[in-house]
């Protein structure tokens, strides 16, 4: 056991930078995959975890203010398997935060404000503040104390449309199940004044008894509210059953770490490729001191032996480096997972697993280098002093030098290659794994990567300038039409807004966009067939083919307002935003609803027009939003002002809180009558949607770039490592031969090509099954993602790129030639 | 005759374990064109290291080494490496062909690297394999196949193959029986005839017979120079007692 512990340890030491690299290699590897594994299972405790320690409700059940009724809650108040539920009032918007993290920049957040009184009744709030310390009090979440980096005592100010509104922070909370994106905490006060300006919900929260089906149970609590309602309340309700909320959870946080898995898989390629590679090159270098040992009394089974300790001892000495940074990697992937669902607390970091994984890591180390070692047995002595005479295969010459027409280094350097085929095969198989990696990174980061793919290909919305929802009292047609007439203008559409349809009798609720000619939309791609054009016709986003499980042709029904229709699919979206959306033509869905008119305009502006000027033009035009006018103080130097801006404060909230489409008034003041209508009302909300939406997709596209970053970077260094231990076992392995071809007046640059024009094909064979490969992984994220661009002259430019790569690492990496000196070869 | 090759101050010392090992102190040497130069001395005389520092194998500590008119001694690594190749041949005791290539490939890895691939080319190959003894079935035959005097013969061919100026010989017959030995020194002799520049290195009085001029070396320094008529003209026997003598002049 000494002996060969020596022997071992004498490898080692004779081979020290090619050790150094295959340990780097080996921890890379094992803190990779130890981290993602333990993420991975870490992942699915962090939920629980979660529910538990902020004593959240488990289910939720979300209205749209104007589809709720307080009568729907007694459904649950009988019911035996609800333990306990509760309800409150929250507004939500996408709000500028200005000053964002300090950086003088201000930020688009979605943000949801509640109640205190709300956030109690939802959750446990452990928090200690006290809401009357200051004039206008929030409190936000731990994780958004962490991404807005905000302390107790700042302010926040907030902005939407021409507001602005400062609340002092007086703390922080741990949140539960319930995050709807940046969830605040405000005082009563400040909510009732928020609440005339955003979207207002309603939500329910519900826990049940152990053993509940929640989906059962939710789906029951709908039908409940559908029949309690005189309205189709299908398009106002949303629901998150424990179950799915668990199972979101998991997926969304495990990502990340299913990625990094992949780059472990290439790693662990790598390393089994190198080690056999490794192994069968020293054995053929060290062929006759293999016969010296076993002249000596060795047997083949202890020289076999000295090179599995080798390999288990630099495994074993990785896993002692590699563990700490699997420990914290773990916890930092783990950390990054809890703050994508809004949870701040301690996470537990899996132990067993990256235990696991690193003894699984020696263990496959020790298994490849014991097949490989085995081979020792094929030499007896004798054999190995001839150098293992019959390893050369004499019957057939490959590329004979007389044939040579074009650069003899380059047939050198190809005769060698086909001579060395097999080990070559495993160089193929690492660089197929990692152009793999680079060509999805690059493919799907250069494509997500740019805010205006996003915006224009993969949305699966329109994405006009302005969008203004009209109050009830404009006639559509009429107004579009004003609208278009107007210089700044390039075109007008009316698409429908928040409406929802059920398919094919399913439960979930999916969004529906209705257009009346969506040739005229912009940013509502197919990927298939093509809009629709007729009235039963229909379009489905990507993902919702697969979840309703339908193709190109089929025909579908739609429910809507309990009345259901049938509607031919002419098309497949691209939407990776909203995958569950369906299209149809305005005609098609008065097929559902007769006496829909739609109250949404979008306004696409000509290129050279200021958004924020034409918006004030329109405010000119057609009044304020009338959330503004509600407001809005009363003042006025005369009686007479007073009593319009009075009137005028009335008639909003009249159309804002009862739905009302027109008023008149009339007030007599002495001999004075003051009259006035809402006809100057007709803008109840203006927003810039493509320039929020770019906002949201750029942050989108920083992620995606960095993690395309990260695949392509982890590829580029597996690459340089395999590379530089392939480079410095061959170098050791010709040695002689390349002394040889020095001392026959071929000069280092001519050897170093020679030698880095060998992997060439080899990188070619491995870059084309790569791509291959990648496509057809890119197949499938067209299927469940969305369609991505796939530019050929792109994938061609990318893949000559990584044989330029290969090329010039294996080119540094043979630079030892260079310290090869004939002298020393020839005075040996 | 004209001067091939000439050191001045030729210098070259080794680091052993901190102590350094002065090989060839200040040499001035003069190698002519057409000579068939013997360098001859005693184990550690430094024999060997002159032929690589004369050759551009390996680079002086001190002074200069000339090929003709051009300075070597100054060259770098790889312009060293295209200086051997366009003007030298060498043939080494241990051989040197390249185990993974055939006779034919090992003698092409040599020519192509100076010349273009040609029908001439491999005509010219196949001459001198015949020439030397090489017959055209072994062609094909990798080195492990051949025994070692067909090795070094295939060594001398690869050696010539690209015309060199010189051709420098390290114990050419060392690893050889005294039967395959003849047969090489007769390729030696051959090329000679034919005004190749020769420069060997060899303690074996037989080798050192066949050349015109040898040089005694001891501790690093030309200690004696003695001078023989053609070999193939000259009587053998005579040839081999002055020889001889100057050797024992020497000290051998």
Redesign the interface.
């Known amino acids: 056991m000494n002996k060969i512990l020596r022997l071992s340890f004498a490898n080692i030491k004779k081979h020290k930078r090619e050790s150094i690299l295959f340990m780097i290699l080996i921890t890379l590897g094992i803190v990779l995959l130890s981290a993602s594994v333990s993420a991975v299972l870490g992942i699915k405790k962090i939920t629980p975890k979660m529910v538990k320690e902020s004593g959240c409700f488990n289910n939720l059940v979300r209205f749209d203010q104007k589809y709720y009724s307080e009568k729907y809650l007694e459904f649950l108040k009988d019911n035996k398997d609800v333990e306990r539920f509760d309800h409150t009032s929250v507004v939500t918007d996408i709000i500028k935060v200005k000053n964002y993290q300090g950086l003088g920049e201000d930020m688009l957040v979605d943000i949801s404000f509640v109640p205190e009184s709300g956030e109690r009744s939802m959750e446990s709030f452990k928090t200690d503040v006290d809401f009357n310390s200051v004039e206008h009090p929030i409190v936000l979440s731990k994780t958004n104390k962490d991404s807005l980096e905000v302390k107790k005592g700042d302010e926040l100010t907030i902005a939407w449309d021409n507001k602005e509104f400062t609340f002092t922070i007086i703390g922080f909370y741990e949140t539960g199940l319930w995050d709807l994106g940046t969830k605040m905490v405000v005082s009563e006060d400040d909510f009732r004044f928020l609440e005339n300006c955003m979207e207002r919900y309603e939500t329910v929260g519900i826990t049940t008894a152990d053993g509940v089906d929640n989906k059962a149970l939710l789906k029951e609590f709908k039908d409940y509210c559908e029949e309690a309602s005189i309205n189709d309340i299908s398009g106002g309700v949303s629901d998150l059953a424990y179950e799915d909320i668990v199972s979101a959870n998991d997926i969304n946080m495990s990502l990340l770490s299913i990625i990094i898995m992949m780059m472990s898989a290439v790693i662990v390629i790598a390393i089994m490729v190198m080690i056999r590679f490794r192994i069968v090159s020293d054995i053929k270098e060290q062929i006759v001191s293999i016969g010296v040992l076993e002249a000596m009394g060795y047997t083949s089974g202890q020289i076999a032996a000295a090179y599995i300790f080798e390999y288990v001892l630099i495994a074993v000495f990785s896993t002692l480096i590699g563990i700490a940074p699997a420990f914290l990697a773990a916890k930092g992937l783990l950390k990054n997972a809890a703050s994508s669902i809004y949870y701040s607390g301690e996470v537990d970091v899996p132990v067993v697993p990256i235990a696991i994984c690193t003894l699984s890591f020696v263990v496959f180390v020790g298994v490849v280098a014991l097949s490989r070692a085995m081979s020792v047995r094929k030499y007896p002595p004798v054999m190995a002093f001839r150098k293992g005479i019959d390893t050369h295969n004499f019957k057939k010459t490959i590329l004979p030098l007389e044939n040579t027409r074009s650069n003899v280094h380059i047939r050198l350097a190809l005769k060698d290659l086909f001579q060395n085929a097999k080990n070559h095969i495993g160089l193929s198989v690492c660089i197929m794994a990692c152009t793999v990696l680079v060509l999805l990174g690059f493919l799907i980061g250069s494509f997500l990567g740019k805010p205006d793919n996003i915006l224009n290909a993969v949305c699966g919305h329109e994405l006009c300038d302005i969008r203004i929802e009209a109050t009830g009292n404009v006639e559509p047609e009429a107004f579009a039409k004003e609208l278009s007439e107007m210089s700044e203008v390039k075109k007008v559409l009316t698409p429908a807004d928040g409406l929802g349809v059920k398919v094919n009798d399913g439960d979930d609720s999916r969004g529906l966009e209705v257009y009346d000619d969506y040739s005229k939309t912009s940013t509502i791609i197919v990927t298939e067939g093509r809009l629709p054009e007729h009235e039963n016709e229909i379009a489905v986003a990507v993902q919702a083919m697969k979840t309703i499980g339908v193709k190109l042709g089929d025909t579908i029904t739609v429910e809507h307002a309990k009345v259901k229709k049938k509607y031919v699919i002419t098309g497949i979206v691209n939407s990776a935003v909203d995958s569950n959306t369906v299209y149809l033509t305005t005609d098609g869905f008065k097929l559902m609803s007769p006496a829909y008119k739609p109250s949404t305009f979008d306004i696409y502006l000509n290129d050279d027009v200021d958004k924020k000027e034409f918006a004030d033009l329109l405010r000119n035009r057609y009044g304020k939003e009338i959330a503004e006018y509600k407001d809005d103080k009363i003042d006025g130097d005369s009686l007479e002002e007073q009593i319009k801006s009075t009137a005028n404060k009335k008639m909003a909230e009249a159309m804002l809180e009862n739905g009302v489409s027109y008023m008149e008034y009339s007030v007599r003041v002495g001999d004075k009558v003051i009259t006035g209508s809402t006809s100057l009302m007709k803008i109840k909300t203006l927003t810039f949607v493509r320039e929020e939406n770019e906002e949201i997709a750029h942050m989108f596209c920083v992620s995606i770039t960095g993690i395309a970053v990260i695949l392509m970077a982890v590829s580029a260094i597996v690459v340089i490592l395999i590379l530089s231990i392939l480079m410095a076992s061959t170098i050791r392995k010709q040695y002689r031969e390349l002394g040889i071809m020095k001392g026959l007046g071929y000069t280092s640059r001519e050897l170093k090509f020679q030698m880095a024009f060998r992997i060439i094909p080899v990188a070619l064979m491995g870059v084309i099954l790569g791509t291959i490969l990648a496509m057809l992984l890119m197949k499938v994220v067209d299927a469940y993602v969305a369609k991505i661009a796939v530019s050929v002259f792109s994938v061609v430019f990318m893949d000559l790129a990584i044989l330029f790569y290969c090329f010039i690492c294996a080119y540094i990496c043979a630079k030892r030639i260079k310290k090869i000196s004939v002298y020393e070869l020839i005075s040996e | 005759m004209d001067t091939i090759l000439k050191t001045e101050k030729l210098c070259k010392s080794f680091s052993n374990a901190g102590l350094q090992q002065h090989v060839i102190k200040n040499m001035d040497l003069e190698i002519y064109e057409g000579d068939f130069t013997v360098i001859m001395g005693s184990s550690g005389s430094g024999k060997?290291t002159l032929l690589?520092a004369l050759s551009g194998?390996?680079k002086p500590t001190l002074g200069k080494v000339y090929f003709g008119k051009e300075e070597i001694s100054g060259l770098n690594?790889?312009q060293l490496?295209?200086?051997?190749?366009?003007n030298?041949g060498?043939v080494?005791q241990?051989i040197?062909?390249?185990?993974?290539?055939?006779v034919?490939?090992n003698i092409?890895?040599?020519a192509?690297?100076?010349q273009k691939?040609s029908p001439e080319l491999?005509d010219r190959?196949k001459t001198l394999l015949k020439k030397v003894g090489i017959e055209e079935d072994m062609w094909?035959?990798?080195p492990?196949?051949l025994s070692g005097g067909e090795c070094q013969r295939v060594g001398i061919v690869?050696a010539v193959i690209n015309n060199p100026k010189i051709l420098f010989a390290?114990e050419p017959t060392g690893a050889l029986n005294s039967s395959s030995g003849q047969d090489v020194l007769d390729v030696f002799t051959d090329l000679h005839k034919r005004g190749q520049s020769i420069v060997m290195v060899t303690h074996d009085i037989k080798t050192a017979l066949r050349g015109s001029r040898v040089i005694y070396l001891r501790d690093g320094d030309v200690v004696g120079e003695h001078r023989m008529q053609d070999y193939e003209t000259d009587d053998l026997t005579k040839r081999r007692e002055s020889l001889q003598d100057f050797l024992n002049e020497m000290g051998w």
């Open positions: 060997s690589y194998m390996d690594n790889d490496a295209v200086f051997r190749r366009k030298c060498f080494f241990s040197y062909l390249l185990d993974n290539m055939n034919f490939d092409m890895t040599g192509l690297v100076v691939n491999i190959v094909k035959k990798y492990n196949q690869r390290d």
